[in-house]
DNA sequence: CATGAATGAGGTTTCATTCAT
DNA sequence: AATGAATGAAACCTCATTCAT
């Protein structure tokens, strides 16, 4: 049980946390200003000193809570799907729909990279799990024959490159396309590499 | 025919600009100091501000001459090959062997952003060269009824993206497999999603 | 009303001003350096930026707090004597004085020039209305048939000269001399120029 | 007698010291570069510390030089006068007419003073020499009852204040107004101040 | 003699972090 | 707990001076 204390500062650090989000999102990790970061949070520099110990601090936060939730999120819905097919239109889909919600950590993930010690290997990190979940489905799928024989992890790994791909150009075109479309034409593109037989419709 | 000085100048750039890459890939942009710069390159700093004006023009030198040499042995070595299917070979491997000896401009790729302006869309227009030159191919063959019937460009920039995760991969795990090998695979896996049937029965 | 904020503010920019016009008055413009400024202060560096954008936006608020004192206290004097030669006198006197209690200013504005955009021309400006407002006082008397006929302007501004001359040579001769005195051996040294007769006693 | 060497050497001094003084005069002494003047000089800028030691050394000799030449001209043009009127307006006209002709050098004098050193009281020594020539004049027509009894110097120091301040204001308003004309109205509105009678009825 | 590339001390400005209120 | 003024380390850039050619 949380006390009120808890709770209050609970809600400051998330305050904290979704300015700083902003503010990276459109300057990077250096360019991010402190003063900036405040007054997007709407309080005073110093505050923010009594919740993180450093800008770095700060910027560690924003990710590993933005990661965390897009990997329960992916997980979930993964695992909610039957059949190999539906599990990785689940994966593609879940990505794409969550950039467009969370378009900001997309946009420091795209960015923030190898500067900070961590951050790439960080966001491999957070990737891997969904990604090895989908292999193991991939895995399976293969053993028990329903698809070719392929080495899952690495087919696992190129659809998280086409997604990831493509939701690059989504942000950069500032693309209206819905999700949905895009997710199946790539579900669609993707599965012949896997399937025993060329079932998919022409494009 | 270019006189001494010129020769000399042309020369303390390059060592400027090497020096730059370099630490801008350790770095980062913002974090890339003028003074580390200067001892990489083995001179003083003033020096560095008699070949170029400011920070952001040696950075913009570092991308533009990169991009240049990757994007023009990328073509050459398109053009060069017969087919798609090797067209395809050919852009893959071009690409995962220029990752190969240009490391630090990959990793430059990865991490800067559209803080300096342009980065990032300058990044895309380099690529986008080179996809298109392959997407034509793809049209090309599409249209004779070579492969399936599929939107060339979309084909052409998933293609790219399967590349670029794979040479974050190889960078990230100092991965010692030679590009040769991971070209093949890559080709293999993506090719059934453009052939008219399975024909790579066994992977 | 003022908040106890604002006093402040206005107190920390006074300091940083009189500071500056202490600096400025030694070294120049130029040669002032932030550091020094700083110090004499009796702040940190970057405190300074808090209230002043630039180095060059401290200057112009030295000049113009001078000027303007300055110029009010002329004027007032100016207007508060009655008869020709009584305004003269008060300009003459009042000129002195000033340049008495704000030594550094003249310094300034001795030795700073055009290349700050307005030092210059800004400093003429400043003496213009005093003098302007003598001219008129010339212009009229002359008029009345009070005083010769002579161009009021140009004689107005030859009055300035004398005045800046002497202040310059009491600064630099560290004078000891009160201002009163040199007033009015002015106010006599110039009158027969402007008198319808020589009615000045024997200097 | 000198050598070729010593000649050929004086000339590159004066040609520094001409590209200097125009330097100087455009931007003052911290703002003129050395690249600059050597560019004005048409020589390579190491070429200059062949001839003097310092950026400081050029200024003095700037100024030593300028001031030394029109020292001379205007103590010929004074004793060459006979009375002390014409010896008053061939000290004035002087003045006017070397302002006019050697600007730069004026325009360095009116910025430049109290920074480097020596400066504004070098510039008095350099005047105080045909003023006290003027002063012994004014002492000797005063003796001999010709004029009022004024104390001499004062009066010649205050004459050279008009000058100077006239000058500034040609300078400043790029006045075409011919040097006579202005050293006639001068002489005019001075001569009462030292006069006997009221002798020049009409201004 | 002449050159101009190279140097590096020193200047202005920024901004993460601290601390008195 | 919250503030925001103050701090000062460090970054970029300039330019007087040197020195190898």
């Excluded at 808890?6 to 400051?12: A, I, K, L, T």
């Excluded at 500032?174 to 896997?194: C, G, K, Q, V, Y």
């Amino acid at each position: 049980m949380k006390s009120k204390q808890q709770v209050v500062s609970e809600f400051r650090r998330t305050e904290i946390v979704d300015a700083a989000r902003t503010i990276f999102a459109r300057h990077g990790f250096a360019l991010g200003i402190m003063d900036e970061i405040a007054k997007e949070a709407g309080i005073a520099k110093g505050t923010i000193y009594l919740y993180f110990r450093s800008k770095t601090e700060i910027f560690k936060a924003v990710l590993a809570h933005d990661m965390k939730t897009l990997k329960c999120s992916t997980l979930e819905r993964i695992d909610a799907a039957t059949g190999l097919r539906d599990k990785i239109g689940a994966f593609i889909l879940t990505r794409l729909e969550n950039a467009e919600t969370r378009k900001e950590f997309f946009r420091i993930m795209d960015s923030e990279q190898g500067n900070l010690t961590m951050t790439r290997s960080q966001y491999r990190e957070f990737l891997r799990e969904p990604v090895l979940r989908l292999a193991a489905a991939i895995e399976h799928a293969s053993r028990k024959g329903e698809i070719r024989r392929v080495p899952a992890e690495k087919a696992a790994w190129l659809i998280a490159d086409v997604i990831r791909g493509t939701i690059q150009r989504r942000l950069l075109e500032h693309s209206e396309t819905p999700p949905a479309e895009d997710s199946r034409f790539l579900l669609d593109f993707i599965w012949p590499s896997l399937a025993l037989k060329p079932d998919s419709p022409e494009l």
